[in-house]
């Protein structure tokens, strides 16, 4: 099930700069993104989320960008700081019910 | 700030056991989920439930498993005669009036 993907399994940024992680999905009937950060022995944290009627979505040092018609979502986070280090994940969520389909995770890593 | 709780933290057990992995959501929230993430795989949807009732389910969701809702704050995942390929972290999640699903730290199940 490759529904929802996330091409790159890691990142590496420099504290200060922008990390950019994406993510590309294949359902056209998803109608509502979010993405988790994840820490090792942690359950995934809600971060920040999009209707599919929006483009952009921005809470402090987050924001998220929706292309609708290339079925793709970025996360954006500036300025990155250490604690930023963790696994991110993107889920989707169907029109039909709740259930959210999660991508594979990348693993950010600021360093100072 | 509210938050999922599960217990226990990790449970061993031998396959053919039961087991029964709890968890206390939000205490306003309606909506609650099981997922599970095998080691090194994607977090994948188990069952959603609301109104007392399984409202979606997946295919991993066999006979084996059950939820249940026994009292005003618990939320149950009993799987019924564990196999080795059971073994995962299992997440709980809690939704309200939102889209957004707030996740447990998870309970690690190794079946030996």
């Known amino acids: 099930d490759q529904q929802v993907k996330q091409n790159s399994p890691s990142l590496s940024v420099q504290e200060g700069r922008i990390s950019i992680l994406n993510c590309d999905y294949t359902?056209?009937?998803?109608?509502?993104f979010l993405w988790y950060k994840k820490y090792p022995a942690e359950g995934p944290t809600f971060l920040i989320s999009?209707?599919?009627?929006?483009d952009k979505n921005e809470d402090g040092r987050f924001t998220v960008f929706l292309n609708k018609s290339a079925k793709h979502l970025s996360l954006h986070i500036v300025p990155s700081q250490p604690g930023d280090s963790a696994v991110y994940f993107c889920?989707?969520?169907?029109?039909?019910?709740?259930?959210?389909?999660f991508g594979g995770g990348t693993r950010l890593m600021v360093k100072p | 700030e509210p938050e999922v709780t599960q217990t226990p933290s990790h449970q061993v057990t031998q396959m053919g056991q039961e087991v029964i992995l709890r968890c206390v959501p939000i205490?306003?929230?309606?909506?609650f989920y099981w997922y599970r993430q095998i080691l090194g795989q994607k977090v994948e949807f188990l069952v959603s439930?609301?109104?007392?009732?399984?409202?979606?389910k997946s295919e991993i969701f066999d006979d084996q498993f059950s939820v249940e809702r026994p009292d005003g704050s618990n939320f149950t995942l009993k799987i019924r005669s564990t196999k080795l390929e059971d073994s995962a972290m299992y997440f709980c999640a809690s939704m309200g009036g939102s889209y957004e699903q707030y996740f447990g730290p998870g309970t690690r199940l190794t079946v030996t």
């Open positions: 439930f609301y109104n007392n009732e399984i409202s979606e």
């Open positions: 205490s306003n929230h309606l909506y």
């Open positions: 999009i209707s599919s009627i929006k």
């Open positions: 889920a989707a969520r169907g029109n039909a019910g709740n259930m959210l389909t």
């Open positions: 359902n056209s009937m998803f109608d509502y």
